[in-house]
């Protein structure tokens, strides 16, 4: 069975950090992608990052350029959003996705990944 928990999140004031984790299980990590999505309230899902967890190529979103970074720790099935500069616009609940096919991180698109976490809720206060 597929798994992916999300922890990390919270409440932030702007300009502050967080750092988000999903934990895998119940696949092959190596050859996925990994993405971190997310989901602000009256608004559709977006794609914030992705990752290939073989090679490490990323894709970031034009918004969070320069401000979040997404990581794996391969031997932990582990994947990792750090996020800076948080700004109020940045609240949503946020997603973990992973699919098989390791290319899905190039456009980090929502229909291409299979596997879906919970959620984790990231509030940021002005």
């Known amino acids: 069975e597929v798994q992916l928990v999300e922890s990390g999140g919270g409440l932030v004031q702007a300009g502050g950090s967080l750092r988000l984790s999903c934990a895998a299980s119940g696949f092959t990590f190596d050859g996925s992608a990994i993405g971190w999505f997310r989901q602000a309230p009256g608004k559709e899902r977006e794609g914030v990052s992705c990752?290939?967890?073989?090679?490490?190529?990323?894709y970031l979103s034009d918004s969070v350029k320069g401000r979040f970074t997404i990581a794996s720790d391969n031997a932990k099935n582990t994947v990792f959003l750090q996020m800076n500069s948080l700004k109020p616009e940045d609240t949503a609940v946020y997603y973990c996705?992973?699919?098989?096919?390791?290319?899905?991180?190039?456009?980090?698109?929502?229909?291409?990944?299979?596997?879906w976490g919970q959620g984790t809720q990231v509030t940021v206060s002005s």
């Open positions: 996705a992973a699919t098989r096919w390791g290319p899905a991180y190039e456009f980090c698109r929502i229909d291409e990944y299979d596997y």
């Open positions: 990752m290939s967890v073989r090679d490490g190529s990323t």
